[in-house]
T-cell receptor, first 116, second 113 residues
């Protein structure tokens, strides 16, 4: 089945620095990928839709200049948390659907970001 | 996408069947019922989906009522590894790959020895 690889699985960074999270579709091409954020004991909240070769679409309330998304190839989308602050500490998860492999979505294993 | 309602938590004894209900009274005719689960600190995992007929795979069974306003996910022999948050989502299947998944609160299933 379709596999989505997310890296790193966890990261600790200092306040004010930037962190990049990668999401790769390993055995299919994904023109669209999705980025979610999940705070402790809460559900997944969609942050943005990443479109290959064009600008990402952000959900209401998500700062596009803070959460930079790049989808430069059909198998890779990156999320960069810029000038991270402790309140950005969260579990970030990406997702993609294999257009040729059925109608379910595959998720990455998630990235635990801790800003200190 | 139609809104779903699930109980926030449930317990189940190991080896017994776990029956997780979901209400989706505003579901549209072209919307499917999807179930995902999320084990702690992992990404969600697809379980099963269906339109109106009951479905079964190696993981679970999905029972959808005739009026399609509710459904039940059945784990026939729950194990400790089935402890997770289970999400019921209704959405249009296939079509535009841009259709995203919208997660509600889910049901936290605790399987106990």
């Amino acid at each position: 089945g379709a596999v989505v690889s997310q890296h790193p699985s966890w990261v600790i960074c200092k306040s004010g620095t930037s962190v990049k999270i990668e999401c790769r579709s390993l055995d299919f091409q994904a023109t669209t990928m999705f980025w979610y954020r999940q705070f402790p004991k809460q559900s997944l909240m969609l942050m943005a839709t990443s479109n290959e070769g064009s600008k990402a679409t952000y959900e209401q309330g998500v700062e596009k200049d803070k959460f930079l998304i790049n989808h430069a190839s059909l198998t890779l989308s990156t999320l960069t948390v810029t000038s991270a602050h402790p309140e950005d500490s969260s579990f970030y998860i990406c997702s993609a659907r294999d257009p040729g492999g059925g109608s379910d979505y595959t998720f990455g294993s998630g990235t635990r970001l801790t800003v200190v | 996408d139609a809104k779903t309602t699930q109980p926030p938590s449930m317990d189940c004894a190991e080896g017994r069947a776990a029956n997780l209900p979901c209400n989706h009274s505003t579901i549209s005719g072209n919307e499917y019922v999807y179930w995902y689960r999320q084990i702690h600190s992992q990404g969600p995992q697809y379980i099963i989906h269906g339109l109106k007929n009951n479905e079964t795979n190696e993981m679970a069974s999905l029972i959808i009522t005739e009026d399609r306003k509710s459904s039940t996910l059945i784990l026939p022999h729950a194990t400790l590894r089935d402890t997770a948050v289970y999400y019921c989502i209704v959405r249009v299947a296939g079509g535009n790959a841009g259709n995203m998944l919208t997660f509600g609160g889910g049901t936290r299933l605790m399987v106990k020895p």
